[in-house]
């Protein structure tokens, strides 16, 4: 698709660690529009935090290096920029918020100095200036009295405070591409439910593409309009939010969805067997292969190729289509969210 | 009789201070807990960080001494208990921790970590508590190969199954899982969730689940009390909590749940709740929850509502603790303009 905010094409992140090397992204590719969400998807180890660290080119060197790929943002590849240039992307361009605002705010600097510092460096604004801008971002996220609490230390916010400080950091200089890694994931879920209203509203104003992380399917469900789903550092499916959740056609998809417990009906949960796999000690072929229930021969020996199975939505499995059709039938869960959709 | 009945429970912590560490005020973690669990039954607490949930369940077993109120454990109080009464009565009472990665001494090979209990209450001869102890991984899904090794060797689900396996050793009656699975992921947590459902058919437990996971609770429950701020503001049948819920509270909580299902995300209303829980250490006067309420009423802000049933569709076992809670009558949903004022139950 041409034109896209921003292109990931063949995305390889690799670790040398002395006990090997751990793919943690091999061979990723996606794309974002403006003013839409991508989630990526996945559990612990499935490389999606690797992933927008590497946008940002912030994976540690070393052990990590970003082995493969080309990162287009608008034009420019940002593989083939220079340090200095990349600080002028970072925080500019693209903007990551982090999981733990209990971690990642420095303890020592006042909340609007913090929130200005990048103001400052970016757009070259004196720091009174600066400070302003800061103070009428916090308002913007919904931080009450924010001129007051500009003055105030990260210790003095609660959980979902300091998130929102977060954001008004992140969004200080309208950046292109917004990356929330599990934004969400420490905090409470009327607290959660506040911070997704902030980051929605902010999409619609600001123009930017988000690249979503998260491992919980209910939050993807809410907010994207496109999800990827990442298995042992790889893209085993994608697509709109609606064929993921009504078209599944990965057994891994399938999986996570019969994991969910469900508020709004109640069926034995069909967990995935298995561990989370080792990522030095990958199988050659799909990394799904030692957990799945349908596994065939050559899943374990190579790694299939993305196959489409409808406008937009790909799929990297060696069962074929129409067997894979019929395997999900006989999956109660997968029906059953089928069904509610047909009702409502 | 129910197995377990908690009646008033109190758990204060005193806030020191000053170089003579005098006490200046209290954090109000539990404060007047009530309920009941009977046997074979899953009684589900719920409520966000700090509302005072896991100090519930550690002051049950005196992990955490309570500051006031009755625990009664078949017939025999747990508070009074001595030492050594206490001991016997944790043959019956075990807990299974949240996080399997600080809960297992990383010294110590599995063997001995589940196999503790039994050394402790001297079950049976050294052979007899070797072979339990293979028996009880191999009932969790481990292997008896597994007892030669250490914690770090294993993966969380798998941390979290030998936790289960040592709180099993006795052959506990009641359980109380503390956010048994919120450090695992999603294919994990379906598997330890299922096996405890297999546990407590096959051996007849009774579980106290607390967790702050709504649809998980939900799943996992019979019956679901939602905390705030140290008190019980609704008990009910999980699937009636889940469907009328009284309370404005539970409302916000479950509006605030993300389901799994795009169409219906699309389709919902949500209400947001405004601010954040307030510090227990400084609970507001009257209901705990009146300022983030938009119900609240003048009566709201004066004295905190008893624990009652509201009538209408809603059975006795429907319990909230509200001046205007959502009433159901013939399936049809109100609030009152006058506060529903209910009688303190009699002691």
């Known amino acids: 698709m041409p034109n896209r905010t921003l292109e990931v094409k063949d995305l390889s992140t690799h670790f040398f660690t002395q006990a090997g090397v751990v793919k943690a992204v091999n061979g990723v590719s996606f794309g974002v529009d403006s003013c839409k969400t991508l989630c990526i998807v996945g559990e612990s180890g499935s490389g999606k935090t690797v992933a927008a660290l590497s946008l940002m080119r912030l994976v540690p060197d070393p052990p990590g290096k970003i082995v493969a790929g080309s990162i287009m943002l608008g034009e420019r590849d940002l593989r083939a920029l220079s340090d200095a240039e990349m600080r002028r992307v970072r925080g500019n361009d693209i903007a990551l918020i982090f999981q733990d605002p209990m971690t990642s705010l420095n303890p020592v600097v006042k909340v609007g100095k913090q929130v200005a510092e990048s103001i400052v460096m970016h757009q070259g604004k004196d720091k009174a200036e600066a400070l302003r801008m800061a103070i009428e971002l916090l308002d913007r996220v919904g931080i009450p009295d924010a001129a007051a609490r500009a003055n105030q230390y990260p210790f003095e916010f609660s959980g979902g405070m300091r998130q929102r400080v977060m954001i008004a950091m992140a969004i200080s200089c309208n950046p292109d591409v917004l990356i929330a890694d599990e934004p969400t994931t420490a905090l409470d879920v009327t607290i959660q439910a506040q911070i997704m209203d902030v980051i929605r509203d902010l999409q619609t104003t600001c123009n930017s593409c988000v690249i979503f992380i998260t491992h919980d399917l209910a939050v993807v469900a809410e907010i994207a309009d496109d999800v990827m789903v990442m298995y042992g550092g790889r893209t085993v499916e994608y697509g709109g939010v609606d064929e993921i959740f009504y078209n599944p056609h990965h057994p891994y998809t399938w999986g996570l969805l019969g994991s969910l417990p469900r508020l709004d009906c109640k069926t034995r949960l069909t967990p995935i067997a298995g561990q989370p796999p080792n990522l030095i000690t990958l199988p050659r072929g799909c990394p799904f292969s030692m957990r799945c229930k349908y596994v065939r021969r050559e899943c374990r020996d190579q790694w299939p190729e993305l196959e489409i199975v409808g406008p937009d939505h790909g799929v990297n499995c060696w069962i074929p289509v129409d067997e894979r059709r019929q395997l999900r039938a006989e999956l109660d869960y997968i029906t059953s969210v089928c069904v509610s959709d047909v009702i409502t | ?347």
């Open chain 2, 1 to 347: 009789m129910s197995l377990l009945e908690v009646r008033g429970l109190k758990t204060h912590f005193p806030i020191k201070s000053g170089i003579l560490k005098r006490t200046t005020g209290q954090v109000y973690a539990v404060d007047g807990v009530s309920f009941t669990v009977e046997a074979g039954e899953t009684l589900g607490l719920v409520g966000e960080s700090g509302c005072g949930k896991s100090t519930t369940g550690r002051a049950i077993l005196r992990l955490i001494e309570p500051t006031a109120g009755e625990v009664t454990f078949e017939g025999v109080d747990v508070r009074a208990a001595s030492r050594v009464q206490m001991q016997k009565l944790r043959r019956d009472m075990q807990i299974i921790f949240q996080d399997p990665y600080t809960s297992l001494d990383p010294r110590r090979r599995v063997r001995s970590i589940v196999g503790e209990p039994l050394d402790i209450h001297k079950v049976g001869t050294p052979a007899e508590r070797r072979a339990r102890v293979q028996e009880l991984l191999e009932i969790v899904g481990l292997n008896a190969e597994h007892a030669e090794r250490y914690p770090h060797e294993f993966s969380g689900g798998q941390r979290q199954r030998i936790g289960i396996a040592r709180a099993l050793a006795l052959h506990p009656k009641l359980i109380i899982c503390d956010e048994p699975v919120s450090a695992l992921d999603v294919s994990i947590r379906a598997q330890v969730v299922n096996l405890l459902k297999d546990l407590q058919d096959e051996f007849g437990l009774t579980y106290l689940f607390i967790a702050h996971d709504l649809s998980l609770v939900k799943h996992a429950s019979d019956r679901v009390a939602v905390m705030y701020l140290g008190k019980i503001v609704e008990i009910s049948e999980s699937t009636v909590l889940y469907e009328r819920p009284q309370h404005p509270y539970t409302e916000a909580l479950l509006s605030a749940v993300p389901l799994p299902d795009p169409e219906k995300e699309r389709s919902r209303r949500r209400i947001i709740l405004e601010g954040d829980v307030p510090s227990p250490a400084n609970p507001p006067q009257g209901c705990v929850f009146h300022p983030r309420c938009s119900r609240a009423g003048d009566i709201c802000k004066t004295k905190m509502p008893v624990l009652a049933g509201t009538g209408g569709d809603a059975g006795e076992h429907h319990q909230v603790a509200c001046y205007y809670p959502a009433r159901f009558d013939g399936g049809k949903r109100r609030v009152d303009d006058s506060p529903f004022v209910a009688e303190p139950a009699a002691e």
